[in-house]
């Protein structure tokens, strides 16, 4: 254990800090401004991450992670990214804030344990830790989090969950498909891939680590699931990191001991790139009931398996009766449309189709503020209102209620913009909105009420918007 007391003059704070392993992997404790960190010193002097505390070879080092007003020990510059290690007594400055060390001892072991607990999680907010990080592929990582205390989480397979992060001070929201199940309900896992331009995704990939904190926003969401009415023929078909709301599926319908005929049909570039290989394996011994296949993209020489994009002919092969089945698909949107082309060609009976995907946003529209004369809003067909924010916004374009907030600065919570996860629903107070397709998490009691969800919502006439 490292005990620390900090003393900040001109703010006049004395506190006592102590840093000591959450968990049984911990050795490493991160030190900034930002709330998330291990140690947080409000000082503005002190960066976002400022620097990290390493237990190394029963000794503990400080690092300087390149902060803005550089770190000080006994009155000596610590270069960046130079490990420097602490002595009782130490004095290390950090802006206008000092660290005195006042105790230093060896870790202790810490075994996590999780208690029984009838408590299930539902549709409130939760803080959870991540106590596991899992490589599964080089760009693809499975997050496990538990509750303190002790929750079961309640959800259903196939269903995802929003999360909120805090980068550069905001706080963000994104949804993810949940790949645990929840026959196992004590933790609650989502596998996440990295991609270009994906700020949340590479930023749990390059920062997220064991023993770190995300928030859950209210419960589990989604109408992407199999149960209750578990079919007697089940399709699941995903590519890439779609095969999230499949895993969490799947491991449902093994623990259950379901006896669905099952066939899974995954696609993936090339074998390093299979998310849960050896789980699938594994699983697919165990379950007689359980047909998978999974089919590459690129070529490769040690692949003996399926080749190929997912074809009419391979679906054929893979699935002969498939005009019985109920399909599940999941990945991206020109994956997803070429599914469906396939099964439309064929005669599929698209009322036993469903899918799951959160899609990305359009480009913003050319948005002009209503200029207000002697007091007055100009009348126009296309004047937007927001209520809350006393905001007069008329468009040029046809757009989302959504981006058209965003264009004039009014902040609506949200997250997957893709009217999956309801978390921008808003109250229409006066004029109508349509849809380009059906929003899967708005009920008809809340277009009733009068609701909407701005990320989908287009506005047909002038509006009158709680926001």
């Keep these: ?219 589990a969401m989604g109408r992407f699931t199999c149960v209750p009415n578990v079919p007697k023929k089940l399709l699941l078909i995903s590519a890439g990191s779609g095969i999230t709301p499949m895993m969490s599926m799947l491991r449902w319908l093994q623990d259950t001991l379901s006896d669905c005929e099952i066939t899974f049909l995954h696609s993936a570039t090339t074998p390093e790139d299979i998310v849960f290989r050896k789980e699938l394996e594994a699983i697919a011994s165990q379950m007689s009931n359980l047909r998978l296949a999974i089919t590459l993209t690129r070529t490769h020489q040690a692949w003996m398996g399926l080749t190929g994009r997912i074809s009419e002919s391979m679906l054929a092969m893979v699935v002969p009766d498939l005009l019985d089945q109920s399909v599940y698909v999941c990945g991206s949107e020109p994956f997803m449309q070429n599914i469906r082309t396939l099964l439309e060609r064929i005669g599929f009976p698209m009322q036993n189709y469903q899918e799951e995907s959160f899609g990305g946003q359009s480009l913003a529209p050319t948005i002009i503020l209503a200029p207000e004369r002697n007091g007055k809003v100009p009348s126009q067909a296309n004047l937007v209102y927001f209520t809350e924010s006393d905001q007069h916004v008329s468009i040029e374009h046809d757009a989302p209620i959504l981006e058209i907030a965003e264009q004039a600065g009014v902040q609506i919570r949200h997250a997957c913009r893709a009217g999956a996860c309801g978390m921008c629903k808003v109250k229409v107070r006066k004029g109508e909105v349509r849809y380009q397709s059906v929003p899967t998490a708005l009920s008809i009691a809340d277009q009733e009420a009068g609701y909407a969800l701005c990320c989908v919502a287009h506005p047909v006439n002038s509006l009158e918007i709680e926001a």
């Design 1 to 219: 254990m490292l005990t620390l007391k900090s003393v900040n003059f001109e703010q006049r704070e004395f506190q006592i800090h102590q840093l000591e392993k959450s968990h049984a992997e911990q050795t490493e404790w991160v030190i900034g401004r930002q709330t998330t960190c291990d140690l947080v010193l409000a000082s503005p002097e002190v960066s976002r991450v400022h620097g990290r505390i390493v237990y190394l070879e029963s000794s503990y080092y400080f690092i300087d992670v390149g902060s803005a007003s550089g770190s000080v020990l006994n009155g000596e510059v610590i270069p960046v990214e130079e490990p420097r290690q602490l002595q009782l007594g130490d004095l290390l400055q950090l802006g206008e804030t000092f660290l005195h060390i006042e105790e230093l001892s060896p870790l202790a072991d810490v075994t996590p344990t999780i208690e029984p607990s009838n408590q299930s999680w539902n549709n409130e907010d939760l803080v959870c830790r991540c106590c596991r990080i899992i490589d599964e592929t080089p760009d693809v990582k499975t997050f496990c989090f538990v509750a303190e205390p002790a929750i079961q989480f309640c959800y259903l397979p196939g269903q995802f969950v929003n999360i909120e992060i805090t980068i550069d001070n905001q706080p963000i929201l994104r949804p993810y498909s949940i790949s645990s199940s929840p026959t196992r309900p004590h933790h609650l896992s989502i596998t996440v891939k990295r991609v270009p331009g994906g700020l949340v995704s590479n930023w749990l990939h390059d920062h997220l680590k064991i023993g770190d904190r995300i928030k859950l926003i209210a419960g």
